[in-house]
């Protein structure tokens, strides 16, 4: 991340002729809002004095206390480079303050920097995330309205001309480059019209930050090409879903904690209780890290998404996979998270059940080598595998029942997810589907 001071700020933006800053923060559901101002309300931004109206934000406060403080976070000043020369755009990433200058409770960044403050009091000095974000590339009809219309039939690692969206993902990247990614690899996922992009590993509030980021400049290019990209999690059946894989790391001044060069598969005793504590927890954390109806779509058999509570070194099923580097590079994969989650959320409940399986000295169960797809329901039972939950509102029930996951989103952003995320189940339960009609208008 770079550094930058107010002075670096003001030159940047005359030297690049930036009109319009843009004040980005995330609401509860990891929508990205923001507060557009001129150039000449940049003093005043930098001062922390831009107040908005919290009240019309998803799960913030009431209209009698909606006075809002938006603190921009200097480090993440960028410009947009696909903004007009005549007058570029550029923005911050905000944390939210009340009136009073204290952190504002419903704030996910905010929250999520309280969990890491919970971390470092265990005596860790950083927690590191590698996100893994799939999406999909839909044509756009004449309008300029998303088709369900893919725009290549491409396979896992396909190139063009079979990839029609290599072009897209490329420029993509450049972007990406120019506004300090570092992008590891792109690629063709394994469904049709589906895409993937990895960059590099960072710290979790910056690597948060680079997701929302990711999202915003995917959707812009891609609309530039003719196309609508979606993170929706499984916007087709009977393809594999988008997930959004996450590697983790714990880091004890500037060691791998997670990695013991004697330890059996060269895990660390800390490393073991992290997946203890997220095996603990996954069941009810699920609702966080797969927070839509449609979360669940994706989290079925045979489509490589996991649907299943286990760990191993050797296979893709279950929920937590050990890629094979050690060293620096040792890191616990959380395969189970989708790109519709808010990721200062999910950030907050992993940490926060991997912390618990290591304050309490938890044990991880025997990892599971086999393909837990071919097993059936008894020796899964058998060998301690539990199933995550089928439905978002099963998943909700799971996080009303623990109270460390629960205390990871804090009152307030607790109370306000499992509102909105309880309506939206409600509007889905109670809806009629075309399935239903293809099913019994006329078999009754």
Not at 83 to 93: D, L, M, N, W
Not at 136 to 160: I, Q, S, V
Not at 371 to 394: C, F, H, Q, W
Request: hydrophobic fraction near 40%; charge should be negative; include cysteine.
């Amino acid at each position: 991340m770079a550094k930058y001071t107010q002075e670096d700020i003001k030159r940047i933006v005359e030297e690049e002729n930036v009109k319009y800053i843009r004040l980005q923060f995330t609401d509860i559901l990891g929508t990205i809002k923001n507060v557009e101002i001129p150039v000449s309300q940049l003093e005043k931004a930098l001062d922390n004095k831009m107040m908005f109206d919290g009240s019309s934000i998803e799960g913030f406060v009431r209209i009698e206390e909606s006075d809002m403080y938006l603190y921009p976070d200097l480090n993440t000043f960028v410009v947009f480079p696909w903004t007009s020369e005549k007058g570029k755009v550029a923005r911050f990433i905000c944390d939210i303050y009340n009136p009073d200058g204290t952190p504002f409770d419903g704030d996910p960044r905010a929250n999520l920097k309280r969990i890491l403050k919970e971390m470092e009091d265990l005596g860790f000095s950083n927690f590191n995330l590698g996100p893994e974000p799939e999406f999909f590339l839909f044509k756009l009809d004449a309008k300029g309205e998303p088709t369900l219309e893919l725009n290549d039939k491409g396979g896992y690692f396909d190139l063009a001309p079979t990839d029609l969206g290599e072009n897209c993902r490329r420029d993509i990247v450049l972007e990406l480059e120019e506004m300090g990614f570092e992008v590891e690899a792109s690629h063709h996922e394994v469904a049709p019209g589906q895409h993937e992009i990895d960059f590099k590993y960072a710290d979790a509030i910056t690597a948060c930050d680079d997701i929302q980021t990711f999202k915003l400049v995917v959707k812009t290019i891609a609309r530039k090409h003719g196309l609508h990209a979606t993170f929706m999690p499984k916007p087709l059946f009977g393809v594999n879903g988008s997930g959004m894989h996450c590697n983790l790391s714990l880091f004890k001044d500037g060691v791998n904690a997670f990695y013991d060069q004697t330890g059996d598969l060269e895990l660390s005793e800390t490393a073991r209780q992290f997946i203890a504590g997220i095996i603990k927890h996954a069941p009810n954390f699920t609702a966080v890290t797969n927070p839509t109806v449609n979360s669940y779509k994706r989290l079925v058999p045979g489509y490589e998404a996991p649907c299943y509570v286990a760990w191993s070194a050797r296979n893709r099923s279950p929920l937590i996979r050990i890629p094979a580097s050690r060293g620096i590079s040792t890191r616990v994969e959380v395969r189970s998270v989708d790109p519709a989650a808010n990721p200062y959320l999910a950030m907050a409940v992993l940490l926060k059940a991997g912390l618990d399986g290591i304050k309490n000295n938890l044990e991880a169960p025997k990892p599971i080598d086999r393909n837990i797809y071919v097993m059936n329901k008894e020796e899964r039972l058998a060998a301690g595998i539990v199933d995550l939950p089928s439905t978002l509102a099963a998943a909700l029930d799971n996080l009303k029942s623990d109270e460390i996951i629960q205390s990871a989103l804090g009152e307030h952003l607790l109370e306000h997810f499992i509102e909105a995320k309880e309506i939206e189940w409600d509007m889905f339960r109670t809806q009629v589907h075309p399935w239903e009609r293809d099913q019994y208008l006329t078999q009754y």
